[in-house]
């Protein structure tokens, strides 16, 4: 008995090393599943979401003496829960809505919303939801940043570039150091145990290449948490890791194409595993693409 032990011991300790040290940061040990609204600072909320399917993304939840401000809205039917999750932490009604991007997991409670708050989001984010016929588009947009001004809080909506669309929206809460990424970072596992992995929209205008820029932008911010697009909140460093992270798939993508890989073979050639990222075909062949036209 005691040997077996022993033995499924190091098989975890050798698994864990072989997984090296950014798989190991991935997803923190005993992270649960949990949508429970979680207090991050004072005034500051967040209802987890971990994926595209199940619970949509992260909503931020910042109150204020005079209402509330959230951040995206996940999915059709959660703008019910989305304001009991609210009510539970205080009385004040939702005013506003910044949205991160135009993405259904992160959208789809604007039909609700929109009847009682007003919706914000970058131009192009409005754009890519009219072209995709989504449902309640936001009637207030704005091209470079807008802040709105609540019961003696600012919060503030900057486009920095493009990266996951061409109209992703940081939300930035400077008074309390913390950031909403929208999916420009996205962490960890999915409620089923899939890995997330980042995903260039360009249907809907992303760019990997501008990616990484957009991150180096959001780093100049003044924060010590972010909350990802989907995910645990995470600390500065672990974004750094995130955007180190795409700084090696450019390379990596670019190297292969220098050395003339082809794209049928792109796939099987580009090492994604020690990134913890499993990407599917369909999401490497236009990132092939994309990077193959930068040439
Ligand atoms: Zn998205």
Redesign the pocket.
Known sequence: MRHVRVLVAFGLTAAALAAGPIAARQQRQGEPFSTAITKLKDGLYVIPGYD?AVTG?NVAVRVTSEGVIIVDDRFPPSSAEIAGKVKSVTPQPIKYVLS????G??TGGHPEFIKTAEIIAHRNARENMVRGKQAAPPRIVFSDQASVFLGGVEVEARHLGRG??NGDSVIYFRDLRAVHT??LVVWGRRTDGSLLTP?M?YGNGGSLSEWIGTLDKVLQLDFDSAIP?HGPVLSKDEVRSFRQKLVTLRQRGADLITSGVGRNDFMAKLRTDDLNWPFPKERIEPLYDELASKR
């Open positions: 595209g993304g991160t991007h135009n993405h997991d992160h996951h669309t929208g999916d995903f929209d697009g």
